[in-house]
């Protein structure tokens, strides 16, 4: 299986200031890596799908980036409504995992 | 509008069997794979296997293989998930998911159902 580690496991950070969310795979993944958000009580949302691909309706200010084994998640100009844990997800091949989540404060 | 409903919260006994249904509206339904997720309390999101509603092909984690059966009936556009064998650590949240055949990403989910296994 294809192991996901996430770094930070949390963060805290300002309203305004830029955060970066790091995912690893433990074996090349192409492109094959989204992000998710999960705010307290709802279901996860997708945000970037194939690395970079931003979701309609996402705010421009999530940005993700990478291919291979290391991806990035940067939320730039972070708002109080970005509370939330993130999780990536690798799509390449089955089993389909997630990482273990990066929790955000504000 | 795309929608996923799932079913309301279920309480069972360990050893017994549960289904999960996620009724599908909004898109064509043979057109999406569908995939389940769990999380369990205060934890992390774990994906429980994938099913086309087309070929009716499935995979599932190997973690999970004997335990879970997912089917789908395209004449409702509905997706089950059935788990045997309950134990207390099945207790979580249940997420059905769609799928694209072609990036595999989870761009809709339903709204979840608690698992309470006790």
């Known amino acids: 299986d294809i192991q996901m580690t996430q770094s930070p496991s949390s963060l805290s950070a300002f309203v305004g200031d830029s955060v970066t969310i790091t995912c690893r795979a433990s074996q090349t993944i192409s492109n094959y890596l989204n992000w998710y958000q999960q705010k307290p009580g709802e279901a996860p949302k997708l945000l970037v799908s194939?690395?970079?691909s931003l979701q309609s309706g996402v705010p421009s200010r999530f940005r993700g980036s990478g291919s291979g084994t290391y991806f990035t998640l940067t939320i730039s100009s972070l708002q109080p409504e970005d509370l939330a844990t993130y999780y990536c997800?690798?799509?390449?091949?089955?089993?389909?995992?997630f990482g273990q989540g990066t929790r955000v404060e504000i | 509008q795309v929608q996923m409903v799932q079913s309301g919260p279920e309480v069972k006994r360990p050893g017994a069997s549960v289904r999960v249904s996620c009724k599908t509206s909004?898109?064509?339904?043979?057109?999406?794979?569908l995939n389940w997720v769990r999380q369990a309390p205060g934890q992390g999101l774990e994906w429980m296997g994938w099913i086309s509603p087309y070929t009716r092909d499935t995979e599932y984690p190997q973690s999970l293989q004997g335990r879970v059966t997912l089917t789908t009936d395209t004449s409702t556009t509905t997706a089950y998930m059935d788990l045997r064998s309950l134990r207390s650590d099945d207790t979580a949240v249940y997420y059905c998911a769609r799928s694209s055949g072609r990036d595999h990403a989870f761009d809709v989910w339903g709204q979840g159902t608690l698992l309470t296994v006790s």
């Open positions: 909004g898109y064509n339904f043979i057109n999406f794979g």
């Open positions: 997800h690798q799509s390449y091949m089955s089993p389909r995992t």
């Open positions: 194939r690395a970079f």
